[in-house]
């Protein structure tokens, strides 16, 4: 059974900057077989896809998050990473790093097998 591990959450001011890592392990296939995605969840709102990668490094984020997020990995430490730079309020969210591995590693949709615990952000005005 896979298991996600998110870190890094925390609070800080409008403006700032986080970086959330998420330290996969117990996975059956190898961890470029799966598309590695990272959602969040504000109070009182359904949970957003923030951003995915794919096992060709190609990266694909939500309109609210392009040009301030930059999500990566390191296959050699199974470790997906979310930088989060210029926050905002409204960034506020429990984050969730997911991961999905029924198309090899590819991203297909917004379906996902495998999901952390999440981790708190909050960004105060």
């Known amino acids: 059974q896979m298991k996600l591990a998110e870190s890094g959450g925390g609070s800080v001011q409008a403006g700032g900057s986080l970086r959330l890592s998420c330290a996969a392990s117990?996975?059956?296939?190898?961890?470029?077989?799966?598309?590695m995605a990272w959602f969040r969840q504000a109070p009182g709102t359904g949970r957003e896809q923030v951003a995915s990668i794919d096992r060709d490094e190609r990266a694909i984020y939500a309109e609210s998050v392009k040009g301030r997020f930059i999500i990566s990995q390191d296959g050699t430490k199974n470790t997906l990473y979310l930088q989060m730079n210029i926050l905002k309020p409204g960034d506020t969210a429990v984050y969730y790093c997911?991961?999905?591995?029924?198309?090899?590693?590819?991203?297909?949709?917004?379906?996902?097998?495998?999901w952390g615990q999440g981790t708190r952000v909050t960004v105060t005005s």
């Open positions: 997911a991961a999905d591995e029924r198309a090899g590693g590819y991203c297909r949709d917004d379906r996902f097998n495998y």
């Open positions: 117990g996975f059956f296939y190898k961890y470029s077989d799966y598309c």
